[in-house]
Structure formats: structure tokens, C-alpha cells
């Protein structure tokens, strides 16, 4: 759940940072229910997808993980990858920059 609220939350930003750039080609309230108007009927779809992508994801990983380290490790392995991969991409929508690169160079002391 945690992994599909932080996904939904950085495309639902995104999106939303995208449709604010056409803000001034239209009228305060027609943009305001354009807007709200493209959002659900791009995420209601999605969001319910996602779910069920996380879910299938997870009694994956369980089945898997039971043969190979453990159901529940394997679980909190893959947990954490998808918040690392997550942190990624809202490092670099709020900050603009490249988490992978301040790991591969040593530099995450001055970023924590």
C-alpha cells in the first residue's frame, strides 16, 4: 500500500506540474475543471491498475522468496528496492538531482 500511495502521489505530481505549463492558455476556472477533469480520468484507471500490479508483485516475491531467502526477507528486500527506486525519482523532482550518481560517488554524506 505504502509503494502504491508514494507511485500514485510522484505521477499524480507530475502530471499536474505538466498541466500547470498550459495554465495561462485558459480561463482560471475552465483550466481548474480541464485539470481536475484529466486527472481522474487518468487515474482512476491507472491507480486501480497499479494496485493490482503491486499485489500480484508481492504474492510473487512471496512465492519466490520462500525457496530462496526467507518469504518475509525477500518481501522487505523488495520493499526497500522500490523505496530506493522511488527516492530516485522524487529526488529529482523536488531537488533536480541524480541520486545514483551521489551514491556511486561517495557524496550522500553531504545530502543527509
Known amino acids: 500500500m505504502s509503494i502504491t500511495i508514494l507511485t500514485a502521489n510522484l505521477l499524480t505530481t507530475a502530471l499536474g506540474n505538466y ?5 495561462n492558455h485558459l480561463r482560471p476556472f475552465t483550466f481548474t475543471l480541464l485539470g481536475m477533469a484529466v486527472i481522474v480520468v487518468i487515474f ?5 491498475k497499479l494496485e493490482e500490479w503491486v499485489k500480484n508483485l508481492s ?3 512471496l512465492k519466490k522468496g520462500k ?7 525477500g518481501l522487505a528486500l523488495t520493499f526497500i528496492v522500490c523505496l530506493i527506486v522511488l ?4 529526488a529529482k523532482m ?5 541520486l ?3 551514491l556511486v560517488k ?4 553531504n545530502y543527509i
Do not use: C, E
Open 87 to 90: 527516492s530516485y525519482f522524487y
Open 100 to 102: 545514483l550518481q551521489i
Open 59 to 61: 504474492m510473487k516475491v
Open 94 to 98: 523536488w531537488y533536480h538531482i541524480d
Open 67 to 73: 525457496s530462496m531467502a526467507g518469504k518475509y526477507l
Open 44 to 48: 482512476y484507471p491507472l491507480l486501480a
Open 19 to 23: 498541466l500547470v505549463t498550459y495554465k
Open 106 to 109: 561517495g557524496k550522500i554524506g
